[in-house]
């Protein structure tokens, strides 16, 4: 079954994140079909209180293939 895994960092701490990413796949031992991100651009005046990403947040999405589902 394919499942996402979604993991938020700031990018002044990539390769922490990175390290957790990789603990993680090891952890689990997923088959990893696909990893994108998204570096949050400034905020804007008009983005009020419901944006919970600050400028300079990451946001990695990691597809995998697993037998059973993630929890």
Do not use: C
Request: net charge positive; charged share 20%.
């Amino acid at each position: 079954m394919q499942q996402v895994k979604l993991f938020k960092g700031v990018d002044s701490e990539l390769p922490e994140l990175e390290r957790q990413i990789n603990r993680w796949i090891r952890k689990t031992g997923v088959k990893v079909l696909s990893i994108s991100g998204n570096l949050a651009s400034q905020p804007s005046s008009a983005s009020g209180p419901m944006n919970s990403f600050a400028a300079g947040d990451v946001l990695i999405i990691v597809q995998v293939e697993t037998e059973k589902p993630l929890g």
